[in-house]
Every structure is written in structure tokens, then in C-alpha cells.
């Protein structure tokens, strides 16, 4: 008989399908999954104690509008579809939040052009009530900021991502799923006899085995790992490549008596030659002020303090060339970014029962509920449900 978060899985280790890992994109899938396929029986294996805690739980809580990305782009759809779908549950849920906006701001002539040309992209992307403003618009505004020109974004906001995590995994529970915490896969392989407890042989071929020799048996699995997304993947016989490079994201913190200062978010002009979005002022919903991020190379996956150290995840990044960023960053084998979505299944029989999400196309916490729908029909095609 063993027990896992609090579930014994003496009767309730077979399951149709399992999906890896707890954050934002995973609980969103198997919340979609389950409202899709109620009859379903669906596990979320999470190897923290608790849900959401790092990606999830390690970011700016912006909603980003989808200006950003190239028109046409999944990441551009599914930003501006995720975005709209984020104020829609959060009002459904009395989840709070700020639609507190935000300017992209240009503090030179050199960046007027950038920005202008960034407006015309965010009208192409179908971004809300987006607006090219002067200086004394600029003031009314943030009274605080100073620049020549810059985009009016009313349709950003702020959220806790965890908070909105969570309530994705209290729905997918009160629909009939269930989620083991504690359960840190090591192992994902097809199954040699058929479990004593089932009568139905080989129904559950897959045996999912976690580092403290516990076992799930199941039909079919979706891995949504995140940081350790390619780790995962190889255990199904799939390519290293694209790896995860992690890189740590500092912010500065205004002091309390000068949050006056900011009011929404505060943007520079992007860069075209960096991938990320430039040093930022970021309110939060603790009514905190945020500065940055900068981007330095974490030495570890979850390596969120500055000494964090892990020599295989040292390893990892020295074997691969690519750009600083602000987040776990999938890379191909070239060192080029990967902007879209990677799944993959593995090679021999298990390919055929496995869905590995191996890159989900950020900003993924605004686009989580748009995200979770396409892997679900993505889940649908390849496994029939």
C-alpha cells in the first residue's frame, strides 16, 4: 500500500492517463482534459510537496496583451486568445486582479521607428485598444516618466499565476481528477506483465516509477516538466535536443514609500538584436514595485539564489551556445531560440501512448487556458480519445 500527497494508490494506481507536472501548463491541460472527458480517469504527478511553485510561482505575474510577437505566430494567437480567456476565469472565479496597463517607451529619436513599427505588429496581432501617445499623454499616464513617444497597452493587467494554478487544479479535483504530490518520475517504460490488481492485462502498459520505487500504471501520459521538460522526454528514447538552458532573472524592489512613482507596467523599447524584453517596472499585486530582470546564467534548474549550484545542470549549459534570457529557454542544437511548440513521443511502442510537451511557447502563464486546448486537441488526434 502506498501513500502519495495524501492519496493511498493501493486502488487507485491504473489510470487512463497521467499528466507530469504541477505548473501552470499542466494543471491547465488537465483541467481541460477532464471538462473535455469527464469520464476520464486523470492524474497530475507534481514532485514537489506542492503545486506551482517554480516556473509557475517564479515570474512577474504579468498578462501580457500579445504585441510582442510576430503577426500570424502561434505565440501571437494564443497570447491574445490566452489573455482574454485569463480575465474571463479570473472574473468567473473573483480571482483578483489589475488591469493596470502598460507603455512601451521610447527615450530616444533612434527608437521612435521600433516603436512604431511594434504598434503596427500589435494592430496585426489583434492586440486591444492599443494607442500612440506624446509626451503629455505619456505624463498623464505616469506622471513620472519621461520619453518622446510611446504605445498605451489598457489591455495588460497583472495576476498571481499561482493563485490562478491552484484554481485550475481545485477544478480539474472537483471534476474527478486526482493529483499526486511528492511523485518525482524517474522512469517511463512499457510494461512487461500486466499489474496483479488489474483484470484487464496489458490495458495499462505504461508504468510510471518515481525515485522512491512507487509505480503508476496507466494508458497513456502527457509530460508538461517544464524546467526538466527534456530530461523527461529522453526517458521515452526521445532526442536531447531541444535542452532546457536555465537562466535566473534578478529583480530590484522599490522601496515602499516610492511606489508612488510607477503606476502600471513601464516598458523600453525592445531590441531586436536581444530575444527578451529589456529591464522593466513591473506592479504586483501586493502593491510591491518590481525592477528588472536582469538575466544571468543559473547554475541549477531551480536555481532561484545566486550561489544555487548543480553539476549536471552546469554541464548541461556549458555543452550548449545560446543567448542570456529571463527564463527556462528551449534551445536548439545550434544555439538558435525555439519559438514554438515542440511535442514529440519517443521512439518504439511507448511513442504511440506518449505526448511529451517540450516547448510551450511563452509568455505560456498568459496563454495557459489557450495553450491547455491545444494540447488537449493535440491529445485527442494522437491517442483517439
Not at 502593491?287 to 553539476?311: M, Q, S
Amino acid at each position: 500500500r502506498l501513500e502519495c500527497g495524501g492519496i493511498s494508490l493501493a486502488h487507485s494506481n491504473l489510470k487512463l492517463l497521467v499528466i507530469v507536472g504541477g505548473g501552470i501548463v499542466g494543471l491547465a491541460s488537465a483541467r481541460a482534459l477532464i471538462l473535455r472527458h469527464p469520464a476520464l480517469s486523470i492524474s497530475v504527478l507534481e514532485k514537489e510537496k506542492d503545486l506551482a511553485i517554480h516556473q509557475t510561482g517564479h515570474n512577474s505575474g504579468v498578462i501580457h496583451s500579445g504585441i510582442y510577437y510576430k503577426p500570424e505566430s502561434l505565440k501571437a494567437k494564443l497570447c491574445v486568445q490566452g489573455a482574454a480567456l485569463i480575465y474571463e476565469y479570473c472574473n468567473q472565479k473573483g480571482i483578483s486582479y489589475k488591469q493596470c496597463g502598460k507603455l512601451i517607451v521610447a527615450v530616444d529619436q533612434e527608437e521612435i521607428p521600433r516603436l512604431q513599427a511594434l504598434y503596427e505588429r500589435g494592430l496585426q496581432n489583434g492586440v486591444q485598444g492599443l494607442k500612440l501617445i506624446q509626451q503629455e499623454d505619456i505624463k498623464k499616464k505616469e506622471p513620472y516618466c519621461r520619453g518622446l513617444m510611446a504605445i498605451d497597452c489598457p489591455y495588460t493587467g497583472i495576476v498571481d499565476y499561482r493563485q490562478v494554478a491552484l484554481s485550475f487544479a481545485q477544478d480539474f479535483q472537483e471534476a474527478g481528477g486526482s493529483v499526486l504530490t511528492r511523485f518525482e518520475v524517474k522512469d517511463i517504460e512499457m510494461a512487461k506483465e500486466s499489474p496483479s490488481s488489474s483484470k484487464d492485462g496489458m490495458k495499462y502498459p505504461i508504468v510510471i516509477k518515481n525515485t522512491k520505487g512507487e509505480e503508476i500504471r496507466c494508458q497513456y501520459v502527457v509530460t508538461c516538466a517544464g524546467l526538466y521538460s527534456d530530461r523527461i522526454s529522453e526517458l521515452s528514447g526521445c532526442s536531447p535536443d531541444p535542452q532546457i538552458v536555465p537562466f535566473r532573472g534578478d529583480y530590484l524592489l522599490l522601496k515602499p514609500e516610492k511606489c508612488y512613482l510607477v503606476k502600471g507596467n513601464i516598458y523600453p523599447v525592445p531590441d531586436s538584436r536581444f530575444p527578451f524584453l529589456g529591464v522593466h517596472f513591473t506592479p504586483r499585486m501586493d502593491g510591491n514595485i518590481w525592477l528588472g530582470p536582469n538575466a544571468v546564467l543559473a547554475f541549477k534548474r531551480e536555481g532561484y539564489r545566486p550561489f544555487d549550484f548543480n553539476a549536471r545542470d552546469v554541464m548541461d549549459i556549458i555543452i550548449n551556445r545560446g543567448p542570456a534570457g529571463v527564463r527556462a529557454q528551449a534551445l536548439d542544437r545550434d544555439g538558435n531560440l525555439v519559438e514554438d511548440f515542440v511535442f514529440d513521443g519517443g521512439v518504439g511502442d511507448i511513442r504511440n501512448r506518449i505526448l511529451h510537451v517540450r516547448n510551450a511557447p511563452s509568455p505560456a502563464a498568459t496563454s495557459s487556458i489557450a495553450i491547455s486546448e491545444m494540447i488537449v486537441d493535440e491529445v485527442q488526434q494522437r491517442f483517439e480519445l
